[in-house]
């Protein structure tokens, strides 16, 4: 019988959707050095003019993939019993959240063929859901996973080496290292 592998979209799969469009709001790249703040708090004041800014918006309309995403989740897909599993609703979206799921879903069906609609998941408190093993940029995400990859963004970068490991949490930096670690073991 095939493990169960969770994947998560943004900043895993798909490459900075929420940062970019932050950065084309305010007009300017943030300083990503300031790692302890939500995304969203770099909005400060703006933070309701920019979600609904986006009520409009296709956030998925010309994002890519990362690097190798593509054919590692292929290969992925034959060993695991792989399933994309992303948040529900993003943040102040209110009454576009049916929008901006159907947006998700139509960028995942369109960008990775291979995955079916029974494999999509989306759902907020992803530790509510068992896996044999997560990627995701969020630690907290990974909480019902036995085999935990932490794929690093700048929003992660600040944890020890020390607490990953007590944690029992591998950080990745692209998709070789995660086909290494889950198809070459």
């Given at each position: 019988?095939?493990?169960s592998?969770?994947?998560?979209?943004?900043?895993?799969i798909?490459?900075?959707?929420?940062?970019?469009?932050?950065?084309?709001?305010?007009g300017?790249?943030?300083?990503l050095?300031?790692?302890?703040?939500?995304?969203?708090?770099a909005?400060?004041?703006?933070?309701?003019e920019?979600?609904?800014?986006?009520?409009?918006?296709?956030?998925?309309?010309?994002?890519t993939?990362?690097?190798?995403?593509?054919?590692?989740?292929?290969?992925?897909?034959?060993?695991?019993?792989?399933?994309?599993?992303?948040?529900?609703?993003?943040?102040?979206?209110?009454?576009?959240?049916?929008?901006?799921?159907?947006?998700?879903?139509?960028?995942i069906?369109?960008?990775?063929?291979?995955?079916?609609?029974?494999q999509?998941?989306?759902?907020?408190?992803?530790?509510?859901?068992?896996?044999?093993?997560?990627?995701?940029?969020?630690?907290?995400?990974?909480?019902?996973?036995?085999?935990?990859?932490?794929?690093?963004?700048?929003?992660?970068?600040n944890?020890?080496?020390?607490?990953?490991?007590?944690n029992?949490?591998?950080?990745?930096s692209?998709?070789?290292?995660?086909?290494?670690i889950?198809?070459?073991?």
């Amino acid at each position: 019988m095939k493990q169960s592998l969770m994947v998560d979209l943004d900043d895993v799969i798909v490459n900075n959707t929420w940062k970019d469009q932050i950065e084309a709001f305010l007009g300017h790249e943030l300083d990503l050095s300031k790692t302890e703040y939500i995304l969203e708090e770099a909005l400060e004041s703006r933070k309701q003019e920019f979600y609904d800014s986006l009520e409009e918006y296709n956030m998925y309309k010309g994002a890519t993939l990362k690097e190798n995403a593509f054919e590692t989740l292929e290969k992925l897909n034959e060993k695991y019993n792989l399933f994309i599993v992303s948040a529900f609703e993003s943040g102040q979206l209110k009454d576009k959240v049916g929008e901006h799921l159907k947006n998700k879903y139509e960028f995942i069906i369109n960008h990775l063929p291979f995955i079916h609609q029974h494999q999509i998941i989306f759902i907020n408190d992803k530790t509510a859901l068992s896996f044999w093993g997560g990627i995701d940029d969020k630690l907290n995400n990974l909480g019902g996973c036995k085999k935990k990859l932490l794929y690093k963004a700048w929003h992660n970068e600040n944890y020890s080496e020390e607490e990953l490991k007590k944690n029992n949490i591998i950080m990745v930096s692209n998709w070789q290292e995660i086909k290494k670690i889950l198809l070459e073991e």
